[in-house]
């Protein structure tokens, strides 16, 4: 069965701050994406990437960015944290064009 | 364009009463339709998916959905609501098929009243 693994559950930081969240698949997908999730909007791209040291910007890269020096981890990185990041991120895996897999999410929290 | 609408934010049930979770997509090709479910404080998991074969699908835990191309509708159905079943559930549209070309519906809250 397809792991999709995020490093914390919960995080809170600060203004300003540079935050990384880390998403690690143990399935050997080429496909991975980061979403996030936000009451009433449902789920919205944020960046994906097809393969290792690709990225493509989805429908909301303002403010982050994102690596895949390996395959099977594609980190998120937010430069300089502001309170209207303050949401849910989910990470997912996929293969060609299978369904995605998702991790269980990292709420953050910017204050 | 292509684009989900999930007809109710919120949707309760008794327990043992069917359920009826509506969406309605608007797409430029023949597209895949998928319904995943989100349990509190866990990631999405899929339930099932429409691919153009049969236009019955049949997911897990007794849910299915069907395609109709002249509504635009892939409607989620379960005959007999159980509580493990509150969630949140998911439209999902891939239109032409690709895992970048997801349209995400805003969701449906499904509650299940003992």
């Given at each position: 069965?397809?792991?999709?693994?995020?490093?914390?559950?919960?995080?809170?930081?600060?203004?300003?701050?540079?935050?990384f969240l880390e998403c690690v698949q143990d399935m050997d997908h080429e496909n991975m994406f980061w979403y996030r999730q936000d009451p009433g909007l449902g789920l919205r791209l944020i960046y994906f990437s097809y393969d290792v040291k690709m990225k493509e910007k989805g429908d909301i890269p303002e403010g982050y960015s994102v690596s895949r020096e390996k395959k099977e981890r594609f980190s998120l990185i937010l430069e300089s944290?502001?309170?209207?990041q303050t949401s849910m991120y989910l990470c997912a895996s996929s293969i060609d064009h299978s369904p995605l897999h998702f991790g269980n999410g990292t709420r953050l929290t910017v204050t | 364009?292509?684009?989900?609408?999930q007809l109710d934010s919120h949707?309760?049930?008794?327990?043992g009463t069917p359920v009826l979770l509506r969406c309605n997509y608007s797409s430029s090709y023949s597209?895949?339709?998928f319904w995943y479910v989100q349990h509190p404080n866990k990631g999405l998991?899929?339930?099932?998916?429409?691919?153009?074969?049969?236009?019955?699908v049949k997911?897990?835990?007794?849910?299915?959905?069907?395609f109709k191309k002249s509504e635009t509708s892939f409607h989620l159905t379960k005959p007999s609501a159980h509580m493990s079943?509150?969630?949140?559930?998911?439209?999902?549209?891939?239109?032409?098929?690709?895992?970048?070309?997801?349209?995400?519906?805003?969701?449906?809250?499904?509650?299940?009243i003992p």
């Open positions: 069965d397809v792991k999709v693994t995020q490093s914390s559950r919960y995080l809170v930081k600060r203004t300003g701050e540079k935050v944290a502001s309170t209207n | 364009a292509q684009s989900v609408t949707v309760s049930v008794s327990e597209p895949s339709l998991q899929l339930l099932l998916k429409y691919t153009s074969a049969a236009t019955l997911g897990i835990n007794g849910f299915e959905a069907e079943d509150a969630a949140e559930y998911f439209c999902v549209v891939s239109d032409p098929p690709g895992a970048n070309n997801l349209f995400f519906g805003t969701g449906t809250r499904l509650t299940v």
